[in-house]
């Protein structure tokens, strides 16, 4: 296909950050700069639209940042211009300021647009996409939950920071002969408990996917007691259900985002010290640390991929899509193929990865 000078692209991350954020500015700008085009990094997401805060930048901006987990141009998870928390009279009202950014958008000379999120992000790129924005997106999240793409990047730092806690945790279960319960991120999804738990060695992995009944989580942990193994490692999903009970939050919903999830642990631990017969059980929350630090050479390598990639389809006019990993390809797939109600990536119950989990004994609460 024939490229175009497409002149001004501006790049953005929106969502909550993840580790290789910045290997993907890294590898867009460049490949920009390969082709003669100037790139302005938007500040903080999409309000960054919203307030004109753009900055052009130079290749010193993205200079030594392939290493940095983070991101250098600002991220928001709070504020998605299509339902916009705006205050009116002491009262939070949602507002659609999407005309706002497409106005801003124009003002500012810019051609095209690359949008680095998650659901959140790729949802807005979409709708912002039929308003007239020639976008394309990239995937990104810690939790792996985007359709069409194998993985997004973050997923595999996210995986090894949770790995890392599991072996560290096993020491003390052991000494202590305590039951843990490690509360890990994921949203709605099983993706990184399941690949920690099994990497990790956990006994026991319970995923939104698999609701868990508590008696069946005992009768792993009390099986393990007779061959003489007196600790267990629980990895609980934070999105994971009890089969009559629901999944647990963080306070209300808040205007303009999504709601909180967490709790699932101490609640957990505490079932599983009466139900096992006043076992001795800690919790722990892993939260952000899961998106903390700098990304694996996984996450590097894709990201660069990634960034690289997203830069050429605007050179190349597919707006509208996103960049994904069908290996050994990266592809462009229509944004609408990947957003929307229902469409999160959740773990298959016939995986081979469950399967594999299945046969070396790790409990599901089923
Ligand atoms: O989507 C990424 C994620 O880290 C989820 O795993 C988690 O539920 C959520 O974001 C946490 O969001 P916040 O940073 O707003 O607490």
Redesign the pocket.
Known sequence: MARTRPGRVGILTG??D?PGLNAVIRAATRTAFNMGWEVYGIEDGFDGLLTRNVRRLSRRDVRGILQLGGTILGTT?RRNPFVYPVSRKGAIVETDRSAEVVRNFRALGLHALIAIG?DGTLGIAERLFRKGIPIVGVPK???NDIPATLITFGFDTAVSTATDALDRLHTTAEAHKRVMVVEV???YTGWIALHCGVAGGADVILLPEIPFDVDKVCDTIRARERVGREFSIVVVA?GAVPVHGRMMTQGPKEAG?EV??GGIAEWLAAEIASGCGGKETRSLVLG?L??GGPPTSFDRLLGTRFGSAAMRMVGEKKFGAMVALDPPRVLAVPLRVAVGKGKLKRVPLGSDVIRSARDMGIGFGD
């Open positions: 969502g909550g993840c998870n998650g999240t810690i939790d991120m994921g949203r934070e985002r909180r999830l952000h899961q998106r």
